[in-house]
């Protein structure tokens, strides 16, 4: 364990995890509201809107998400000149979180709508037999019997976003990926112990995680 | 609910004036939105000629997208065959009666599906070379991440679809004197690979996806070789992005198509999975939207 006893490595760790757990904040909350409108959009009585919710998932489900973050440096930042900050690690972070929240917007908007399919018909069909419109189904009636269905899948998607957070590594933010292999690169006679401390870091973190939302899926779903 | 138009009333003539407003509100911001991208695109000079000629050039095809195809192909039907088997072990593993069997295999699922598929590639890239004395090819780094995360999904995938076969198939093989490895070789683990196929197809476009960080490392796939090389050669990095993407888009449809397909074809078919058994309590995550 030497190499952690050193300030600078341990210092690298930490700043490592930081970027991962802000990369999966942001995005978790920008997916969450992009995903939900999708998800709105793809049940709505407009064809369009359902065709441009149908688009968005076919295209960035089917995209891997290195091919959208290579995309988002060197197609949006290099090519089309799109700076969101004139700080370098700043400008990749918002970068990677406009990656990130696109593509994984589209794994929220499949999980709301496979729970939009699991309320009952009675249910909607009673809410527009009182009069209710399509928003009132949805937001009264609809959704939040939906949104219990789907805590256990958002809570994959969500474990699944803070891993895929290691990808922006990949535009050059130091996030614990890219640390973790500067560290095995210097410290080649302690790789074990280099990649017990990062990959046991996140399975603190995501296995907990999955059974706290397995917990709270139990608690909240609908007995029907 | 089977179907959204449960949501809202056949339209009468005043939703259907409100319905065609929407749309053209929408398809007019839509476009606009598009026009705007568009123009951006112009600015920056992405719509010349020169930047989209490599893809009529029969070279293009040949000496880079094909060969990153190829090698993208490889890997992922390479680790599928192999996290299939890890898959299949570990959830037959998983469901062991012997403890010392039952609870190192949930471990090590537990934890390969735990951690990022880029840390494993990484370590066995950077890591285990110093550990070996020897390289390790990008090509095995990309193919042992893969199997390791993805056997891992699949075995909780394979342990649901066993949990889920009614136990009198078990206990009516058990009733003819079958042993405990007949039973799982010749009655649980066939009927449980027929309903999980359609999840194993899904899987394989998840896999497919996550071979593209094999570019990290440098593996000549087909980010590397049509994004990356290309590009570096003719400086079209947006407009190879964009044909490479529909690459994979059109492949990984085709896959989810099939999958799909698959699905419905299985629950038509003799097997059903009991409507309560299909979806225990812990094991909601079948197929995991990674990389």
Redesign the interface.
């Known amino acids: 364990m030497h190499v952690f006893a050193d300030p600078t490595n341990l210092d690298a760790y930490l700043s490592g995890f930081l970027w991962i757990l802000k990369l999966t904040g942001s995005s978790a909350v920008l997916a969450l509201v992009l995903g939900v409108l999708l998800a709105a959009f793809?049940?709505s009585?407009?064809?369009?809107?359902r065709g441009?919710g149908a688009a968005w998932v076919?295209?960035f489900?089917?995209?891997?998400?290195?091919?959208i973050i290579?995309?988002c440096y060197?197609?949006l930042f290099?090519?089309?000149?799109l700076t969101l900050s004139d700080d370098l690690d700043q400008n990749n972070y918002w970068l990677g979180v406009v990656g990130l929240s696109v593509?994984?917007a589209?794994?929220v908007c499949e999980a709301v709508r496979s729970g939009?399919?699991?309320?009952?018909?009675g249910?909607?069909?009673a809410a527009?037999a009182i009069g209710l419109t399509?928003f009132q189904?949805?937001r009264i009636v609809?959704l939040p019997q939906a949104g219990r269905a789907v805590v256990?899948?958002l809570?994959?998607?969500l474990?699944?976003?803070c891993?895929?957070a290691?990808?922006v590594?990949?535009i050059g933010l130091i996030e614990?990926?890219s640390v973790?292999?500067q560290l095995?690169?210097d410290n080649?006679?302690a790789?074990?112990p280099?990649?017990l401390v990062?990959?046991g870091t996140?399975?603190a973190l995501?296995?907990p995680t999955?059974y706290f939302f397995?917990w709270l899926?139990?608690r909240l779903a609908v007995k029907r | 609910?089977?179907t959204?138009t449960?949501?809202?009333?056949h339209?009468g003539p005043r939703?259907r004036v409100r319905?065609a407003v929407?749309?053209v509100v929408?398809?007019v911001g839509?476009a606009a939105l598009l026009w705007w991208v568009y123009a951006?695109?112009d600015q920056?000079g992405?719509w010349e000629g020169d930047l989209w000629k490599p893809f009529t050039e029969a070279s293009t095809w040949t000496q880079f997208i094909w060969p990153g195809l190829r090698q993208t192909l490889l890997a992922a039907v390479t680790g599928m065959v192999l996290s299939l088997t890890f898959g299949i072990l570990f959830a037959v593993g998983r469901l062991s009666d012997h403890r010392w069997v039952r609870i190192p295999a949930g471990a090590i699922v537990?934890?390969f599906r735990?951690?990022?598929?880029?840390?494993?590639i990484?370590?066995i890239f950077?890591?285990?070379p110093?550990?070996i004395q020897g390289p390790v090819s990008a090509f095995w780094s990309v193919v042992i991440g893969l199997t390791l995360y993805n056997g891992s999904v699949l075995a909780e995938a394979f342990r649901a679809g066993i949990r889920s076969i009614p136990t009198g198939q078990a206990e009516a093989a058990y009733a003819v004197g079958m042993r405990k490895s007949q039973v799982m070789q010749l009655i649980l683990v066939p009927q449980a690979a027929r309903a999980m196929l359609p999840v194993i197809v899904s899987q394989l476009?998840v896999l497919l996806?996550?071979?593209?960080?094999g570019?990290?490392v440098a593996f000549p796939e087909l980010?590397q070789r049509g994004?990356?090389d290309l590009?570096a050669n003719r400086g079209n990095?947006?407009a190879a992005?964009i044909v490479?993407?529909m690459i994979?888009?059109v492949i990984?449809?085709m896959l989810?198509t099939l999958a799909n397909w698959l699905d419905r074809r299985t629950r038509r078919r003799a097997f059903r999975i009991p409507k309560q058994a299909t979806a225990p309590?812990?094991d909601?995550?079948v197929t995991?939207?990674?990389?």
Not at chain 2, 6 to 9: A, G, K, N
């Open positions: 793809r049940v009585p407009v064809p369009v809107l441009f076919n295209i489900r089917n995209t891997p998400l290195t091919l290579f995309f060197f197609g290099t090519t089309l000149g593509y994984t589209a794994f939009i399919n699991t309320v009952p018909p249910q909607a069909e527009r399509f189904t949805l609809v256990a899948p809570g994959s998607v474990i699944a976003l891993k895929n290691t990808i590594g990949t614990a990926s973790m292999k095995i690169n080649g006679d790789v074990i280099i990649f990062f990959a996140f399975a995501l296995i999955g397995g899926a139990n | 609910m089977s959204s449960v949501l809202y009333d339209p939703a319905n929407l749309s929408f398809g839509l951006k695109f920056a992405q537990e934890f735990a951690v990022p598929l880029l840390i494993m990484f370590f950077y890591g285990v110093f550990l476009v996806k996550d071979t593209a960080l570019y990290i980010l994004v990356n590009s990095v947006v992005a490479v993407a994979y888009i990984n449809s989810t309590r812990d909601t995550t995991e939207p990674q990389g």
